[in-house]
Every structure is written in C-alpha cells, then in structure tokens.
C-alpha cells in the first residue's frame, strides 16, 4: 500500500519562507511524477507544481519565481520550497505521486497559512 506522508506545513506572515516534504512508501515505487497541489477556502484543489521523472518542472503562473519543487529520488521524497508567501497561498497543500501503472496516490494535506 502506497502512503504518502507530509510535513512542513504552518503559519507564516506575509513574504516569508515554508519548505514542505513529502516521502512516498509501500513496496517498489515507479514513480512518473510527483506533484503539489492546494485547495485554498473556497476554492478548487489546483496544481501548483510538478516534478517529472523524465522532464521539467512545471509550476502554476501564480507561483513561478516564487516555489521550487525538487526531488531526492533514492528518498522517493519531494519538496516544496516556497518563498514571498502571500495571504493567497493561504491553503491545504496536498502531495500527489502517479505510477506507471496510471495510479495516482495522494497526501494527507498540510495546512498553510499566511497571515499577519
């Protein structure tokens, strides 16, 4: 059984810093991309960034320049590193991996908050 755990999540004012993580276990991972994505009140889940294996990065407009998503494949962990955090960001982040199987797991969620 595949399980994804996060950490990372907080509260944080207005242009700071948040590092989220997420290691993927369960048996032999072939993984095809690990991603994140948010849920903001109100609002629909949204991809904010994505990790291929084979590829680039990709992130969500009203992220770029400010989020990097990495990976450490031999950890099967991805990371989320956001900086100028803003009240928009404001939102569960959820951590997703698809297989090659086309399965695709999610995260618990990690709450973020950016308030003052």
């Known amino acids: 059984q595949v399980q994804l755990v996060e950490s990372g999540g907080g509260l944080v004012q207005p242009g700071g810093s948040l590092r989220l993580s997420c290691a993927a276990s369960?048996?032999?991972?072939?993984?095809?991309?690990m991603d994140w994505y948010r849920q903001g009140p109100m609002k629909e889940r949204e991809l904010v960034a994505s990790a291929p294996t084979v590829g680039g990065t990709n992130y969500a407009d009203s992220v770029k320049g400010r989020f990097t998503v990495s990976r450490d494949n031999a950890k099967n962990t991805v990371y989320l590193q956001m900086t100028d955090l803003k009240p928009e960001d404001t939102a569960v982040y959820y951590c997703s991996i698809r297989m090659l199987s086309g399965n695709r797991f999610w995260g618990q969620g990690t709450q973020v908050t950016v308030s003052s």
């Open positions: 369960g048996g032999t991972l072939i993984i095809t991309t």
